[in-house]
């Protein structure tokens, strides 16, 4: 059967997700050092299970109301007011969704008609392209420099605004490359966004795990509220990625159309979730600095061990990933990962799954313990000796 003609063609411009293609591999591999995947390597902390747990135990096994148990809608303003000074109405104005993967789609869906575009800095998390062709708008990349610290700039973001530019779509504390936006650039780009009528979507699912520096919530900065979609996650700070739960927080109209995408598609988001979610609000200020002290101890050690073999790293202020360039091995990002899990049992990802710019680089995860980063630094270390053993031995072209 031609089973090809059944598959939607809007389906067939999404190219496979490049990290899979790794996944696959390193699931075939014993003794793989993963710093490829994206997620805490801690469980989530046992006060959130058990509030888990006891909400089970307790019979809410029911749906919630399609935005989510009020309760957790009321404690997840009043956290953002006490963290962040920003206000949103927690009847209107807050939607809880299937994490910030859902929150992302729910946004792109409900606003965007067939051929708006919508521009993205990258490198950049690898779905956001996906999520805004699979809703019919056009993504437009732009690039972003380690020479810039990866920041976003305005001026080029304003070279690709055209008359169907609807949104901006940023995503800091950034993976792949660690980076934080400074409160200065971010007022340049709601400048920029006021000037042409955008909206911003900004996907600040790392918020808390910055070092060093502040992590500004987009829709505090003057004149950003009224038109910014807020959207965060539990997945990453509190290391819940499993439970699945994130949020949308924005202007009530533009909220209520994220609504209505959410009830018809997965009616509320898991009812065992939001109350744990509910009990990771309350302990937050405990539970998350101690594993954001243990990323932060992991970075330096990575930063400095990878910029000693040689490969020029960004020193990241945010998320749990570096970004070290790797063009002085002459590899690509993507010979490099490949033959780096192949004779080492590294596992990376390559650079350029996260857009063009990503080029040139490869990004670790240190969400990994400490023993195993130093071992895996060892391994790099080794390879790229070798890599550069080869090279010169290679008579000149
Ligand atoms: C920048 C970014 N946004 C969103 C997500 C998805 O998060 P969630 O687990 O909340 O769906 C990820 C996961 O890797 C991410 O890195």
């Not at 006891?54 to 109301?65: A, C, E, K, N, P």
């Not at 063009?327 to 596992?347: H, K, N, P």
């Not at 996260?354 to 080029?359: A, D, I, K, L, V």
Request: charged letters at 25%; one cysteine or more; glycine letters at 8%.
């Amino acid at each position: 059967m031609d089973y090809d003609r059944f598959v939607a063609t809007r389906l067939k411009t999404i190219p496979p997700s490049g990290i899979r293609r790794f996944f696959d591999i390193i699931a075939t591999m014993p003794d793989v050092i993963s710093l490829g995947i994206g997620e805490p390597d801690f469980i989530t902390p046992h006060e959130i299970v058990e509030a888990g747990i006891r909400s089970l135990r307790d019979g809410h096994t029911g749906y919630t109301s399609n935005s989510g148990l009020f309760e957790l809608r009321e404690a997840l303003s009043d956290y953002l007011a006490r963290r962040y000074g920003v206000q949103y109405d927690p009847e209107r104005e807050i939607l809880i969704t299937v994490g910030v993967s859902e929150a992302l789609h729910l946004t792109a869906t409900a606003l965007l008609n067939p051929g708006d575009e919508v521009i993205i800095p990258e490198p950049c998390f690898v779905s956001y392209a996906p999520t805004v062709a699979l809703a019919g708008g056009r993504p437009v990349h732009v690039p972003t420099r380690a020479e810039d610290a990866f920041q976003v700039d305005a001026e080029q973001v304003a070279r690709a605004v055209t008359p169907r530019t609807k949104a901006v779509l940023i995503g800091y504390p950034n993976n792949p490359t660690g980076a934080v936006m400074s409160r200065e650039r971010l007022a340049e780009l709601v400048g920029l966004a006021k000037a042409h009528n955008l909206l911003i979507w900004s996907d600040e699912i790392y918020d808390r795990l910055v070092y060093g520096v502040e992590h500004v919530c987009v829709p505090t900065l003057p004149g950003a509220r009224e038109r910014t979609i807020l959207l965060g996650g539990f997945s990453k700070d509190f290391a819940m990625t499993g439970w699945r739960l994130g949020y949308a927080c924005g202007p009530a109209p533009l909220i209520a159309g994220l609504r209505k995408v959410h009830q018809y598609i997965v009616m509320s988001a898991p009812t065992t979730a939001q109350y744990a979610a509910l009990e990771a609000l309350k302990v937050a200020d405990e539970v998350v600095e101690h594993m954001r002290l243990a990323y932060d101890r992991r970075r330096q050690v990575i930063v400095r061990g990878l910029n000693e073999i040689g490969l020029p790293t960004f020193e990241p202020r945010g998320a749990f990933y570096v970004f070290p360039n790797i063009e002085s091995t002459g590899l690509s990002s993507e010979e490099f990962s490949e033959r780096l899990l192949l004779e080492e049992r590294v596992a990376v990802i390559p650079g350029s799954v996260f857009g063009p710019s990503g080029e040139g680089f490869v990004r670790c995860s240190y969400a990994t313990s400490l023993t195993e980063l130093e071992e895996a630094l060892d391994r790099i270390e080794r390879f790229v000796a070798r890599v550069r053993r080869e090279r010169r031995a290679r008579p000149e072209e």
